[in-house]
């Protein structure tokens, strides 16, 4: 075998597994692109989606007092985000801020606000926004 062609064949075994590589990266930042879990602004006592504004702080809801609180739905769940002024179903998420992971280990990623004000399937959201994360909880 030439020389040339010994350079050729390496080159493209090369370019073979940077692409591999490359490709296995992009499939695993996709995952990442999705928080673990979403917050939608709620006011416990109607049991209604607001609007994020009215959420001012982290405050957790513990079953009593007025005020709007952010209610935390995993984004893998499959449930679906309600539209403002719709109600929400108490039984697909928490009024707690989430500490692990769904599956129970590691920090959680956690999008608070920014999801569609018309609703929708919460599987389909995307990391953008992200920046509310420490706009938080509950005012009143």
């Not at 609180?69 to 989430?98: H, K």
């Amino acid at each position: 075998m030439t020389e040339q062609r010994r350079r050729m064949r390496s080159a493209g075994i090369t370019l073979g597994l940077t692409a591999l590589v490359a490709a296995s990266l992009t499939g695993c930042s996709n995952d990442n692109d999705q928080p673990d879990y979403a917050a939608i602004c709620v006011d416990p006592q109607t049991q209604e989606r607001t609007n994020d504004d009215n959420c001012k702080d982290n405050r957790e809801y513990h079953g009593s007092g007025a005020g709007f609180f952010w209610f935390y739905m995993a984004t893998r769940a499959g449930g679906l985000v309600p539209p403002i002024g719709g109600r929400y179903n108490t039984g697909q998420g928490t009024f707690t801020t989430p500490t692990t992971r769904p599956g129970g280990s590691g920090s959680p990623t956690i999008k608070r606000g920014g999801l569609d004000t018309k609703g929708g399937d919460i599987g389909k959201i995307s990391r953008g926004g992200f920046g509310k994360a420490g706009k938080g909880g509950s005012g009143g």
